[in-house]
């Protein structure tokens, strides 16, 4: 999951640095929630891993 997480927050990094297109937010949901554009690589990880 660790690779999976990695990933995901790779892609939102590029994603933020322009690409001509706009979301506003992207939300992780498990059994808790984490915005994407604060969560680190671990939180991620956590909430793949619920």
């Given at each position: 999951?660790?690779?999976i997480a990695e990933?995901?927050?790779k892609?939102?990094?590029?994603?933020k640095?322009?690409n001509?297109?706009?979301?506003?937010?992207?939300?992780?949901?498990?059994r808790?929630?984490?915005?994407?554009e604060?969560?680190?690589?671990?939180q991620?990880?956590?909430?793949l891993?619920?």
């Amino acid at each position: 999951m660790l690779a999976i997480a990695e990933q995901i927050r790779k892609w939102y990094k590029e994603y933020k640095q322009g690409n001509g297109k706009t979301i506003e937010k992207v939300l992780i949901v498990g059994r808790r929630r984490v915005l994407l554009e604060n969560a680190t690589i671990e939180q991620i990880k956590q909430i793949l891993d619920e």
